[in-house]
């Protein structure tokens, strides 16, 4: 979705009263800018919808949030696997050579000689680092999101990998 950040994802309801348990894409440090927001949009099937937020509590490794018009379980059960998305003038300004998951999904991978690898496909999520999986045309690979090897260029959506031992 154009103009929006993607966050997290609904695991689950959350007691009774219709909160959502949220898991954050990054870190709950990541998403604990949440407090401030006023709207939320929940993806699911192609389809958004927007809410406005109630109330936001932190747990251990999860947000819980309360949006209007979910007033129980039975409705915060549907919405389970919606990836929870806020405006991008919501999202707090990035660090430098910090990026969205979503501005990396489909970048253009490219070796050291310029030669076409595949596309960025997803992100794992490590305690070390981040990990790239990029699909090429005869298989995926995981390649480590480290500066000492890849470098960002997120006007022309590519990437460079300057370790083409990973496309062996």
Do not use: C, W
């Not at 929940?42 to 389809?47: A, I, K, S, T």
């Not at 707090?92 to 970048?107: C, E, N, Q, R």
């Not at 992100?123 to 480290?146: C, Q, S, Y």
């Amino acid at each position: 979705m154009d103009g929006f950040v993607a966050v997290g994802t609904v695991v689950r309801p959350q007691g009774v009263r219709g909160e959502l348990k949220v898991t954050p894409y990054g870190s709950l440090d990541d998403i604990r800018f949440l407090a401030n927001v006023r709207r939320i949009y929940l993806v699911r099937d192609e389809r958004s919808n927007a809410y406005d937020v109630v109330s936001v509590k932190f747990l251990t490794d999860a947000a819980v949030i309360k949006v209007t018009g979910i007033d129980d379980m039975n409705a915060a059960g549907k919405l389970t696997g919606s990836t929870v998305s806020v405006g991008e003038g919501d999202f707090p300004p990035l660090p430098a050579d910090s990026y969205h998951i979503d501005d990396l999904i489909g970048m253009t991978v490219v070796d050291e000689k310029g030669i076409v690898r595949g596309t960025v496909a997803g992100i794992i999520r490590t305690k070390a680092h981040d990990v790239l999986e990029v699909t090429g045309p005869e298989r995926t690979v995981n390649i480590p999101f480290v500066k000492a090897i890849v470098t960002v260029d997120t006007a022309a959506r590519r990437m460079t990998v300057r370790a083409s031992g990973f496309f062996a």
